[in-house]
């Protein structure tokens, strides 16, 4: 029994743990969900694209007036409210971190800069066709327009800074590697 003190050690041991000083959520498995996201320019904007699209689209779709016209307006907003809802989990799960090999700030300027094109289009399309004749939907159609224009000025925003991310030190990865510069 003397010798039992010499054999054994009774030091526990602990792993070092592994910190995610640049993460601003919680994760729950492989899933890491960043809800600071939430309070950031893009993601304020995107929460704003995501509301006033579907006003514009069940505003349009809750009328029985029949317009080709809002066909096109129905397809631009239903089409961009699924991208932008989609594209918003993306960042709410903070897939750019873990997928780095896409450039996101490209992607998302090229994605911000096509849908403000198409939401002006939508938003025109839209005025220009509300009936003033036709009182029981003109109040609908009237107020997809407006939200349509507010759609529009909150892509038209997304796109500025989405821009503005694209332009901002070390945010776009592939010109950084094709130039040789690193960022600062």
Not at 4 to 30: D, I, L, M, Y
């Amino acid at each position: 029994m003397d010798e039992f003190p010499a054999k054994v050690s009774t030091e526990t041991s602990s792993q070092p743990t592994q910190s995610n000083s640049g993460f601003r959520g919680f994760s729950v498995g492989p899933v890491k969900m960043d809800v600071l996201f939430i309070r950031t320019i893009p993601g304020v904007l995107m929460m704003v694209e995501i509301v006033l699209g579907l006003l514009v689209w069940a505003l349009i779709a809750g009328t029985t007036y029949v317009n080709h016209a809002f066909g096109w307006v129905m397809f631009v907003s239903v089409t961009l409210w699924v991208i932008t809802t989609c594209l918003f989990v993306v960042y709410l799960l903070s897939v750019p971190e873990k997928i780095q090999f896409v450039p996101w700030p490209i992607v998302m300027m090229i994605f911000n800069v096509i849908a403000t094109v198409l939401y002006i289009t939508a938003f025109i399309t839209n005025a220009a066709s509300v009936p003033t004749n036709w009182a029981p939907y003109y109040n609908n159609l009237a107020a997809a327009a407006f939200f349509a224009c507010l759609v529009t000025i909150a892509y038209c925003a997304s796109s500025f800074f989405s821009f503005t991310a694209f332009r901002g030190q070390g945010s776009n990865a592939a010109t950084n590697q094709a130039t040789g510069s690193l960022p600062a």
